[in-house]
């Protein structure tokens, strides 16, 4: 036997498991935390129980995000052989806006957490890793307000800049297009954890609103577009991985180009982002009712390939309500872009959510948000009753209901939303529809399509079935609607081939 055969073989990559939680916006920042993972030398898994690290992309947005958060931070520290568990973890991190917004304070209450990071750490998201598996100690940050972080100034923005072909002056990047040829070979620092046929696309991160209701901000920072040449890269390289629908994200869409110097480059974009071979619709999200303006409502309602969909943040109907939550709006200014939208696109889904409960919120208020909801004619409806967030001015508001009040107040107006949803449902009774198939099950011969219309976005908005038809997933499928059931429809196929 010589030396050589004495030597120990190569060690075998560590292996980590991604556990999402929360909205879109984590979808993505998991899968650019997997894609610098794995092209760092992780080996990526699915089963908890599999992985020599667990990490856990948090919510911190309500109570009941947080508390999920937890119980998956505790159900993934189980699993540890140290805790006796069936697993082979050798450490659990939290990261996340839960993570961002806690820091210090959530790894004291939480030592079944090995370690918690802020989004400061995710550009050496594997460095950190390895040294907390090795065993090193890891200080928490310091939670701060990222209000007060700037971003980049214009002085700086402009000096590195360049022309990009139909969107003036933006930011250079690695990834940048270039003079209006196509990209060559496509590549997102992202690695897709889910496979189906939709995937979010980030436009933008951070928020400059001042909502008094609301502590993103404080997390997430301010307003910051991303350059339009990195969105139409990455669109590119998700259509190579099987996407066929885009779901624009951000926490505020309807400032994406602000901050680059041109408040149209959403609407310039969507006809660049439809173009994208084997895309086949792009969905915008998260509108601002108070800066939703024409040009922007009619491109998304009449653009090929952009589906005429519109994720209107309302909030509530009340002027004085959302005056005291530091919004804008009241009824009849709300029913009219209503009216803007149904004008260009008859059969636009539109979506809102609303708060109950807030400080202040008179009965006089509440009938005010009833009355509205039963004249807007939204397909969707999400209701949540308030309750206070650390560090919001809200949380300072004299007026506040009792936690009864409020519960009684949010199972009425979701008791009336329910029924306004289903009402909705079968107006579209007779219509055509284009399904994108998501899931085909069969099981003891029963099979079920299920997918999504334009009006309906991803896992909020009810499904569509196709009744009779077998289809991939991925597929499009034109359909008339023939029944409902809440939120969900049920269509026969038109076509005997879906359009693949």
């Not at 202040?360 to 208020?365: K, P, V």
Request: proline share 6%; charged share 25%.
């Amino acid at each position: 036997m010589t030396a050589a055969d004495t030597r120990p073989g190569p060690t075998p990559p560590l292996s980590v498991a991604l556990l999402t939680l929360g909205c879109a916006r984590n979808d993505v920042d998991s899968e650019e935390l997997a894609g610098r993972l794995e092209a760092d030398g992780f080996r990526l898994v699915e089963d908890p129980a599999d992985a020599d690290t667990v990490v856990v992309n948090t919510c911190g947005f309500v109570e009941s995000a947080k508390k999920d958060s937890v119980d998956t931070l505790l159900e993934a520290a189980d699993l540890k052989p140290s805790a006796g568990g069936r697993g082979k973890a050798q450490a659990v991190v939290a990261v996340g806006c839960m993570a961002e917004r806690y820091g210090k304070e959530l790894a004291e209450s939480l030592p079944e957490a090995d370690a918690v990071l802020g989004f400061d750490d995710y550009p050496d998201i594997a460095a950190r890793l390895r040294s907390i598996v090795a065993g090193e100690a890891h200080h928490p940050h310091t939670p701060q307000d990222r209000r007060r972080l700037l971003p980049i100034s214009p002085v700086e923005r402009a000096a590195s800049t360049l022309a990009v072909p139909g969107h003036g002056s933006a930011p250079t990047s690695t990834a940048e297009i270039g003079q209006g040829a196509p990209a060559t070979g496509p590549r997102a620092v992202r690695r897709r954890l889910d496979g189906g046929p939709t995937a979010p696309l980030k436009l933008a991160s951070g928020c400059d609103r001042r909502c008094s209701f609301c502590a993103i901000p404080a997390f997430r920072g301010s307003f910051v577009s991303r350059r339009p040449s990195d969105v139409l890269q990455e669109a590119q390289w998700l259509a190579t991985q099987g996407v066929r629908e885009l779901f624009l994200v951000s926490e505020n869409s309807t400032s994406y180009g602000k901050d680059l110097g041109d408040l149209r480059l959403l609407e310039t974009m969507l006809p660049e982002l439809a173009a994208i071979d084997g895309v086949d619709r792009v969905r915008v999200s998260y509108l601002q009712p108070a800066e939703t303006r024409p040009g922007l409502v009619e491109a998304i309602a009449t653009t090929p390939g952009v589906v005429p969909y519109f994720d209107l943040s309302f909030q509530h109907a009340s002027a004085s309500v959302l005056r005291r939550m530091r919004r804008f709006g009241d009824p009849e200014s709300f029913l009219g872009l209503l009216e803007q939208v149904r004008g260009h696109a008859p059969e636009a889904g539109v979506r809102c959510n609303v708060i109950v409960g807030f400080p202040g919120e008179t009965e006089e208020d509440l009938q005010t948000l009833c009355d509205f909801l039963v004249a807007a004619r939204l397909d969707v409806t999400g209701v949540f009753g308030y309750s206070d967030e650390d560090g919001t001015e809200a949380a300072s508001y004299d007026g506040k209901l009792d936690e009864d009040e409020v519960r009684a107040r949010a199972e009425h107006v979701t008791a009336l939303v329910e029924e306004l949803t289903a009402q909705r449902a079968l107006e579209r009774l007779g219509e055509t529809v284009e399904v994108l198939v998501e899931s085909v099950t069969d099981e003891d011969g029963e099979l079920s399509v299920e997918g999504r219309a334009a009006h309906q976005g991803p896992e909020v908005d009810g499904s569509t079935y196709l009744l009779g038809h077998r289809a991939r997933v991925g597929d499009l499928v034109t359909a008339v609607v023939v029944d409902a059931e809440g939120a969900d429809l049920y269509a026969e196929p038109i076509v005997q081939e879906a359009h693949a």
